[in-house]
């Protein structure tokens, strides 16, 4: 599903008005649109009631036109709740039809006194509240009698069978980052008119709108390839739904063998977290590639690899028991020359001898040429967040003279993480982890994988894909070691690094859901989550 942000969206109706369809007839169609999405969502039955809170914008004109249609259509009592008046505005002028005397009641902003008693009555005796009062524009708390209106809605939510419609974007949510006002109205189904906007996927904003529902407003079809029908990496901003993701599988023949699906090494452990790998490795093994490796640092510990996996010994120094070190770098690269894809960093642990290993190991695969896709998860990441990756020779970067190389890299930080790769709060990229992530990626030439709920991915290219689930039940110690075995799987299968990133994050999140489904949000264990992803590959599969 193609996203857009604000800017996007009004590039879109300026292309629209060149190919001959102005904003006005635009906004007429999606009046119509959201009409009979509301009238399809509660049955379709007539006589029904509607309260619509109308702004001064386009959405409070979208949400006129609608009531127009509804009162006049299906015999809809309308009550209007206008911030300010809109004397004369000839998307209201169907109130004035003789033959609608008693459908249609209106409260204006400046009757302060009873705006709130009366409004109060209609959210509770209502079959329909439909949010019109700020539109894709809008930033910052509301004010005014705008926020008047939302503390209203706010102490008065949603009654059972009530449906709680927000026109584009729910008012009080920024429409690109997903922030959210606290008194941001709370949807039950946001009518996206046009494409889905960034902000109704994210973070609060997300919560706060509900079920998302992209409406056709008769943008003309030459303009739709603008906006591209298919997932691909176009520099735009998708959704990773499943419908869109599947093309992206890595084929499996059934004629093949073992090397067909290709070798990945997961490299990880320490005396302290030696099952990171291991959580690894199954995530490798069961979205399909054909043999994996594991180096454990802290294999010592009594940790045992899965009985499929293949152990590459690291000898231990007596100094630094189960941590990595550069005496281990030579039989590592000796064995990276048969594999695809390379795992580094889960469970490695924070010492000084392990992050110069990191460092080094990471400069001297960056130069081979060969066709490797690093997935640097976990302490590799912290390893080299004291300098900055654009700085590191870790891959051809956007604007570089570094020359192309066959090794490509994926970072999978949380936003911790995140906070350090960029010098950034944590807040910082939490507000923003779309341009965040975009900004990176296109920084330091790597796909990012920033983990959360949404996970998001960007590529160097500048595409970010939004992930289509958020799950409590994936919140538990490591889920990420398993994605970061998953993406890895993928590129072994051949799969590009950003192919990797989108089908990984989806499948990790699908096994989350069929997991989910049968257990709830609470209890998942990481090596259970990687058992379920034949079923969320088989899920997916589906949509092919």
């Known amino acids: 599903m193609r996203l857009v942000t604000s800017a996007a969206m009004r590039a879109l109706e300026d292309c629209s008005e ?210 591209g029908r298919t997932l691909s990496d176009d520099g735009g901003t998708w959704r990773a739904v499943p419908a869109h993701v599947a093309h992206l599988l890595p084929a499996r023949p059934d004629r093949s063998h073992k090397g067909t699906f290709g070798r990945v090494l997961v490299l990880g452990g320490s005396g302290r977290y030696p099952g990171a790998p291991v959580l690894a490795a199954l995530g490798a093994i069961e979205a399909g590639s054909g043999l994996v490796t594991i180096a454990n640092a802290g294999q010592d510990a009594g940790v045992v690899a899965p009985v499929e996996a293949v152990v590459l010994p690291l000898v231990q120094d007596a100094s630094t028991p189960g941590v990595l070190n550069l005496a281990h770098l030579d039989v590592v690269v000796e064995h990276l020359e048969r594999c695809r894809g390379l795992v580094i960093g889960p469970g490695l642990g924070m010492d000084g001898a392990t992050f110069t290993a990191v460092r080094e190991l990471l400069a001297r695969i960056g130069t081979r040429d060969q066709s490797l896709t690093v997935v640097v998860d976990a302490d590799a990441l912290n390893a080299i967040s004291p300098v900055a990756p654009d700085r590191w020779p870790l891959g051809t970067r956007v604007g570089s003279s570094v020359p192309d190389r066959g090794c490509s890299f994926v970072f999978t930080p949380h936003l911790a993480e995140m906070a350090r790769l960029t010098g950034q709060t944590v807040e910082a990229v939490g507000r923003d982890p779309v341009s965040i992530a975009r900004g990176s990626a296109m920084r330091w030439g790597v796909v990012v994988v920033l983990k959360g709920a949404p996970s998001v991915v960007a590529s160097p290219t500048g595409t970010v894909v939004v992930g289509a689930y958020a799950n409590a039940a994936l919140a538990t110690a490591g889920s990420g070691d398993v994605l970061a075995g998953v993406i890895a799987s993928l590129a072994a299968q051949g799969a590009s690094p950003w192919e990797s990133a989108v089908t990984g994050m989806t499948l990790h999140a699908l096994a989350g859901e069929a997991w989910r489904t049968q257990h709830g949000s609470a209890g998942l264990r990481a090596s259970d989550l990687s058992a379920w992803l034949p079923v969320a590959r088989r899920m997916l599969e589906r949509y092919r």
């Open 18 to 227: 060149r190919a001959g369809v102005p904003r006005d007839r635009l906004l007429e169609q999606a009046g119509l649109a959201i009409a009979r999405s509301a009238e399809h969502l509660t049955g379709g039955a007539r006589g029904r009631t509607v309260a619509a809170l109308v702004g001064k914008g386009n959405n409070g004109a979208d949400a006129l036109v609608a009531c127009g249609h509804l009162a006049r259509s299906l015999r809809w009592r309308v009550r209007l709740c206008l911030s300010q008046s809109r004397a004369g505005d000839p998307h209201l002028a169907w109130a004035d039809d003789p033959d609608l005397v008693g459908l249609v009641e209106v409260i204006a902003g400046d009757d302060s006194e009873t705006l709130p008693r009366r409004l109060a009555d209609w959210l509770g005796s209502s079959d329909v509240v439909l949010d019109g009062l700020l539109g894709i524009g809008a930033s910052g708390p509301a004010r005014g009698t705008v926020r008047a209106v939302l503390e209203v809605c706010d102490q008065f939510r949603a009654q059972p069978g009530q449906f709680r419609i927000a026109i584009d974007v729910p008012s009080g949510v920024d429409a690109d980052t997903g922030g959210a006002d606290p008194v941001a109205f709370q949807a039950t189904h946001t009518f996206a008119t046009g494409p889905v906007k960034v902000g109704t996927v994210l973070g609060d904003g997300a919560a706060k709108s509900g079920r998302v529902v992209e409406l056709d407003i008769g943008i003309p079809g030459c303009v739709r390839p603008e906006l």
